[in-house]
Structures are given as structure tokens and as C-alpha cells.
């Protein structure tokens, strides 16, 4: 899914009645334009945008902004049904993306992680720090197969 510039920063995670549960600042490039909330209730994702001037019926420009964003997206497949992206659905995306992120970072501290082009989707990692010699030695063993060292990202 193409999130363009919009992130999710300042991001407090905590366990809610139906699983976990988030508040964060949404951005737009480097405009902070949003406090997003999801209580971990079941229920959808909460953007209060900071433009809106008070008045709770009509949308902000900022919320004109991300809705036409999400709007281009193409559909999405859940469950064998082909489903248009919402601005809830996108949202939890981007709070999947952190938390993906978040655990890659931490991974990469004391381990390699990597992917191969047969696997795609699958992270592979090796109990050692990565080093510039290890790399090559990847490269050997798997050859044109050997996708994205996750590592390199963080250096």
C-alpha cells in the first residue's frame, strides 16, 4: 500500500479490551495534522485533525487531504473479497508499519536479518551482528536469491 508521505509519530502503545491499543501524531511530510487514537475496543480509528476549527460536521482541509490520498488506493484483498482502503483501514496500516519497524530495529541490534527472493514475505535472521564480512558471505551462500539485508537500512 502506498502511504506517500503521511507516518505516525509519537506513537504510545497499551492493551485494550480487544487487543492492542494506540494514540500517536499523524504527519503529513513534516506538518504534525493529526492525534489519532485506536482504544483497542474493536471498533475503528479515531483522527481528531487539528484544522478543524472546533466544529465536529464539516471535514478539514487536512482530512480532505488524507481522504483523497486514500481514495487513489487500489483495492485491497481480505478474506477472497476485494475491498476499497478506508481512511480507519489505512490508519492501521500505517500503526502496523511502526510496529514492523520498531521490531526490525530492534532485531537488527543483535542479529542479521534478511530476505530471499523465493520467500517473499518471510524475514530470515542469523544469531550474530551484522558486519561488512558476514554480507559477503550471504552472498555466497545464496547468490541471486539474497533479497534485502535488513541491517543495511539502519546503518
Not at 492492542?20 to 483522527?47: C, E, I, Q
Not at 530470515?124 to 558486519?131: A, D, Q, V
Amino acid at each position: 500500500m502506498n502511504k506517500g508521505t503521511w507516518s505516525l509519530r509519537q506513537v504510545r502503545t497499551f492493551r485494550g479490551m480487544e487487543g492492542p491499543g494506540f494514540n500517536a501524531n499523524l504527519y503529513r511530510g513534516d506538518t504534525k495534522v493529526a492525534v489519532v487514537d485506536d482504544h483497542g475496543s474493536g471498533g475503528p480509528v479515531d483522527a481528531r485533525f487539528l484544522d478543524r476549527n472546533g466544529s465536529r460536521n464539516t471535514p478539514s482541509a487536512e482530512e480532505d487531504i488524507l481522504t483523497a490520498h486514500v481514495k487513489t488506493l487500489p483495492q485491497e484483498e481480505c478474506y477472497g473479497t476485494m475491498l476499497d482502503v478506508s481512511v480507519d483501514w489505512f490508519l492501521g496500516e500505517l500503526f502496523g508499519d511502526w510496529q514492523d519497524e520498531k521490531r526490525y530495529r530492534r532485531l537488527c541490534k543483535t542479529k542479521i536479518v534478511f530476505t530471499l527472493k523465493s520467500k517473499p514475505g518471510v524475514f530470515l535472521s542469523l544469531n550474530t551482528p551484522y558486519r561488512v564480512p558476514t554480507k559477503a558471505t550471504l552472498e555466497l551462500k545464496y547468490g541471486d536469491d539474497l533479497g534485502e539485508i535488513v541491517n543495511e537500512r539502519y546503518l
